[in-house]
């Protein structure tokens, strides 16, 4: 089968396009909303594939950064992939991927990153599995922490004026502390955290937003649903918990405390809650979470020059790495990292990556012992992979708290 694929042009091709995920996630949106996915993606970061003129297939790219350990790095969010069931597996996919990374490539965009429907699907364009998060589901009689906290602050119910007004500041200033959470401009703000219509509530109530206050600044904030229910006279509800960031480890503490002592409800809910999320030790009984963990954020270095050299290493020290890249070419021979740069070199190499291998550890919440017991790494060099362990290693699992 002969297609080609282009960025495109109108918001008739958008979404056309855009009807590939749609074929499978829930139809057309309505155009209010189609039209605050142009405004967001561009048509330009949203690729078609055409066959005999007809659009069929589509992914999206949004242009955000995204915080790396120690840096941030101008990042491809890749979202709204999808191919028309009338021409699955010819190769549609491969042809989307192809001019999506050249593109992101050209842009100048270090990296790209992406939640996978599926963990089959991205591997082989270079991406690879870079956190874990799960959902929890905890019943109300274990909500009760391990020790007392004295609280670091004092929490106040916001209307969502004020969350818009004042929450992208405290965003950003968490953002920066965890590996994988992305900028958020005001439209996104705006569309996909503020506004709230009816059809997006999942039969719960309206968001609720609070603030962490410590002399009299914002440094957490929560969003959060009801989801009403009664059972045999008494309380089936479920709190929904969309969102709880905290700039301190206080305030993250103290929102945790807050949501989880609210009254009249039965279990209190929610996901993408990351490895290493301080709730595992406030709680006296953590096994109780019900935690079921899942893959998280997909990344894939898209100039691996540029990304090596935009985190930083808790470790001094230099390391040879050999990257095998078929997908990205360009990316393909023997990388130095050191202090803090990378550099083409000659010198042997410690490890042997492939570039999905090298995706999954950029991050530090994979590492290089992991990736080799898997096979997925070769030590070419004794001591080679302790040696990359220890300069890629980061001080928090990374984290995407949201679904892009
Ligand atoms: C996933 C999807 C985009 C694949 O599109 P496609 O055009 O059929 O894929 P291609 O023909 O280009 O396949 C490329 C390669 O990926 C493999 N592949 C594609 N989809 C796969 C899947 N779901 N699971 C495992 N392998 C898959 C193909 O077998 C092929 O392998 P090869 O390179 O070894 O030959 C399509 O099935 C789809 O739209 N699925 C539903 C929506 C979805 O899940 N989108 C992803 C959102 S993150």
Known sequence: MSFDVRPTRDADEFKAAFFGIGQYFGGHPPDERLQQWIDQLTLERM????????????????????????????????????VYPTHRRRGVLRGLMRAQLD?????????????????????????????????????????AFAAHAEPSGTIRLVEPDEALKKLPAVYERVRLQWPGMFSRNRAWWEHREVDDPEGRRDGAGPKRW?????????????????????????????????????????????????????????KVTSWLVPLGHPLFL???????????????????????????SARKYLEDGAIVLEVIDDFCPWNEGRWKVEDGRAKRTRTAAHVRVPASSLGSAYMGGVSFSELARAGRVEELKRGGLSRADALFRWDRHPWCPEIF
């Open 282 to 308: 406030l709680l006296a009984t953590p096994r109780r979470l019900r935690f079921r963990m899942g893959d998280c954020l997909w990344v894939r270095l898209v100039d691996v020059g540029a990304a090596l």
């Open 103 to 143: 593109d992101i490539h050209e842009r100048g965009e270090p990296m790209a990153a992406l939640w996978a429907s599926e963990e089959t699907i991205y591997g082989r364009f270079g991406y690879g599995l870079a956190s874990w998060c799960g959902e929890i589901s905890l019943a109300h009689e274990y909500t």
């Open 47 to 82: 690729h078609a594939a055409f066959s005999d003129g007809a659009i069929v297939g589509g992914a999206g790219a949004f242009t955000f950064d995204m915080t790396v350990p120690g840096g941030d790095v101008p990042t491809g969010g890749v979202t709204v992939v999808g």
């Open 210 to 266: 609070v603030v962490h206050e410590r002399d009299g600044k914002i440094d957490g904030y929560a969003v959060y649903r009801h989801k009403p229910g009664w059972e045999e006279g008494s309380t089936s509800a479920e709190l929904r918990v969309l969102e709880a960031l905290g700039a301190t480890d206080g305030a993250l503490r103290d929102l945790w405390a807050y949501l989880l002592a609210i009254d009249w409800k039965a």
